[in-house]
């Protein structure tokens, strides 16, 4: 599967913004998908996860109660609405997917098929 992420810009602090990520291929619902991020200097980290058939999610602590994943598995999208943001929410965003028989969709390992991420920038 390949992905495009997409939705990223500059918002101030408690604004909002939702990311896009275009999937290709085949079988969409067999994979998880999750969203990453990585912000300047610091590792990638594990923000939220969709279960491939969806209605099962995961999200970071950082990030539980302001952001929401969806998915469209009848048109390949998965989604990260994002609100009150926060200056510390600034990352590059990615989407990457995880074939479902690689294991929970909870688990960050076995994610793969990165996007090309998405610049986020929350200004205080």
């Known amino acids: 599967v390949q992905l495009q992420a997409s939705g990223g810009g500059l918002v101030q602090a408690g604004g909002s913004l939702r990311l896009s990520c275009a999937a290709s291929g085949r079988s969409f619902a067999t994979y998880h998908m999750g969203w990453f991020r990585q912000a300047p200097g610091k590792e990638r980290e594990f923000v939220a996860a969709?279960?491939?058939?969806?209605?099962?999610?995961y999200y970071a602590d950082s990030v539980k109660g302001r952001f929401t994943i969806s998915r469209d598995n009848a048109n390949n999208w998965v989604y990260l609405q994002m609100i009150s943001l926060k200056p510390e929410d600034t990352a590059v965003y990615y989407c990457a997917a995880k074939p479902v028989y690689r294991g929970n969709y909870y688990v960050p390992q076995g994610f793969g098929s990165w996007g090309q991420g998405t610049l986020v920038t929350v200004s205080s």
């Open positions: 969709i279960r491939g058939m969806g209605g099962s999610y």
